[in-house]
């Protein structure tokens, strides 16, 4: 078994997607020892309590400074046995703590086809480039945003008559696939 924690600070599909496919047995060498978030009023703490992981919430803001908050989170990790995150929509960039204590084995999924689009409203970015295509990558994690080394992607369409709503959708649906496949892969 390989132990992973798992970041996140939103609605947390592809946490709840993830947890799915080890249940099934699909990603049988996985285990989860936890949800971690920066959001404490996040959607997918609720996720987490079905799925019966444990959650550690951090309030960033009421930590000293990001190596003090990252200190905390990795004091966590290692009492857990943690070889490897796996971030699933965590909205914050991981500093020096995280990297040199998990250098090349921090995961990362962003919904476009790095190295078009970093940051955040890469939907919204991709929508309003005119692009005819856009799509999901995995990508190792390092100091820049969405900059580290791409493993793998997945594209899809952009429709003309495609809302934020409805491209939003259709790379989720890409990414339900490709992160399974990419942990599978990688994560030994
Ligand atoms: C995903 O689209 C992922 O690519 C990005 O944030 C989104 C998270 O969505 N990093 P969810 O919380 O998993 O639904």
């Known amino acids: 078994m390989v132990k992973i924690a798992i970041f996140a600070s939103g609605s947390g599909t592809n946490f ?19 949800l971690y978030t920066d959001q404490p009023e996040a959607s997918c ?18 930590f000293d400074d990001k190596a003090a908050y990252e200190t905390a989170v990795l004091n966590g990790l290692k009492h857990e046995g943690v070889e490897w995150i ?13 990297l040199s204590a998990y250098e090349g084995r921090i995961l990362n999924i962003h919904p476009s086809l790095l190295p078009k689009y970093k940051g955040k409203n890469a939907v919204g ?18 100091a820049g945003m969405d900059t580290g080394q791409i493993i793998e992607q997945r594209t899809c369409p952009i429709y003309e008559d495609d ?23 990688i994560i030994r």
């Open 45 to 62: 703490i609720q996720l987490a309590q079905q799925h019966g992981i444990p959650v550690h919430a951090f309030e960033p803001r009421t």
């Open 16 to 34: 709840d997607n993830i947890m799915k496919r080890v249940e099934s047995g699909e990603l049988a060498h996985i285990e989860v020892t936890a």
């Open 163 to 185: 809302t934020q709503q409805s491209l939003e959708e259709r790379i989720k649906s890409l990414e339900y696939e490709l992160y399974p496949a990419v942990i599978k892969k």
């Open 86 to 98: 796996v971030l699933a929509g965590y909205m914050r960039l991981i500093g020096e703590t995280l």
């Open 125 to 142: 970015q991709a929508l309003n480039s005119g692009d005819k295509e856009s799509g999901s990558t995995v990508h190792y994690v390092d």
